[in-house]
């Protein structure tokens, strides 16, 4: 049985210096509540694409060539990779506002468009990344498609190997607040009655049996819920298996509160790098409606670099 480094009590003491905060919710900024986020189906996908309202972004990691292979008619491909890199003390980190302004406008979009996201195999995340940077970016409307590439084809909609024409976009930099949490800012809420942290990750490394990490737990008191469980990723049936498909709202609403998560709290989401918390934001965000939900960009990557206090072993709270 995995030990805890200590007790949970000493754990969460020792964040008492951190800071002294109020801790009322965390309220985004008014510019965050001006985008939505929003599941597509594959046919309302091939509408989009046939409508000129709706940018595409093929966001599937490279090399590229399952984009030459075939996507969504005019879609463009831009990596998921591309919209992050190393910050000078961190890799992994989100470009500033005005790189991203500036790769947005290569790939033809301006600040006042719809854009609709997708990706394949197992890199959902990657799409769900790029929606949050959208919104965190200002764009109004944003779509995930539902079930990935692989499900747009299943479902017969059209597929192209053309590659659209289209003219840069004129994105001017915009950088909304009140959507991510700073490791600052996190310290002093640690433990609080009002505050809960959701852990997307695998279950080895938020116990620390996995020692990718320059230290390796979780922070104390977070609630494992591996992203997964909010996906079709481990149906039992074979042919339904699907990590970009969605579970039914009524399903994720069931989970989430199943484990304390519910919208009278301020949700806290930190994983690895970004990614898993992204998909857990927009579900419980935009899907689920809660209003006070932020995403720790810095994640494990940040906090395993620390001397903050971390727990190892299993979530407590699993079995309640």
């Not at 769900?128 to 970016?137: Q, R």
């Not at 607040?177 to 080895?204: F, T, W």
């Not at 049936?237 to 990590?243: D, G, I, Q, T």
């Amino acid at each position: 049985m995995l030990r805890q480094l200590t007790s949970r009590r000493r754990l969460l003491a020792g964040f008492a210096a951190a800071a002294a905060v109020s801790v009322l919710p965390l309220q985004a900024g008014a510019a965050a509540a001006n985008t939505t986020i929003q599941l597509t189906s594959p046919a309302e996908a091939a509408q989009a694409s046939r409508s000129g309202q709706w940018k595409i972004l093929d966001v599937r990691p490279v090399p590229p060539l399952d984009y030459v292979a075939g996507h969504i008619p005019n879609a463009v491909h831009i990596s998921e990779q591309a919209f992050r890199g190393s910050n000078g003390r961190l890799p992994y980190q989100i470009w500033p506002a005005a790189d991203l302004a500036n790769l947005l406008s290569k790939s033809g979009i301006s600040n006042r468009d719809s854009v609709l996201v997708y990706s394949d195999g197992t890199n959902v995340l990657g799409a769900t990344l790029v929606a949050y940077i959208l919104e965190k970016s200002g764009v109004p409307r944003v779509a995930l498609l539902d079930g990935g590439f692989s499900g747009y084809k299943a479902a017969g909609s059209p597929t192209t190997k053309a590659f659209p024409t289209y003219r840069p976009g004129t994105f001017k930099t915009t950088d909304v607040k009140g959507l991510n949490i700073s490791l600052k800012e996190l310290l002093p809420l640690v433990g609080k009655p009002n505050v809960v942290i959701v852990d997307p990750r695998p279950k080895a490394q938020f116990e620390g049996t996995d020692q990718t990490f320059i230290r390796n737990g979780h922070i104390p008191g977070a609630i494992n819920i591996p992203w997964q469980a909010a996906t079709e990723a481990n149906n039992a049936e074979e042919a339904l298996k699907n990590p970009h498909k969605f579970k039914s709202v009524e399903a994720l609403r069931k989970l989430f509160a199943s484990r304390g998560v519910t919208p009278d709290k301020t949700v806290i989401i930190s994983c690895s790098t970004g990614r898993e918390a992204s998909l857990q934001y927009i579900v419980l965000k935009h899907l689920l409606g809660y209003p006070n939900v932020r995403v720790y960009e810095g994640s494990w990557t940040e906090y395993s670099a620390t001397s903050h206090p971390l727990q190892t072993g299993p979530d407590s709270t699993a079995a309640k």
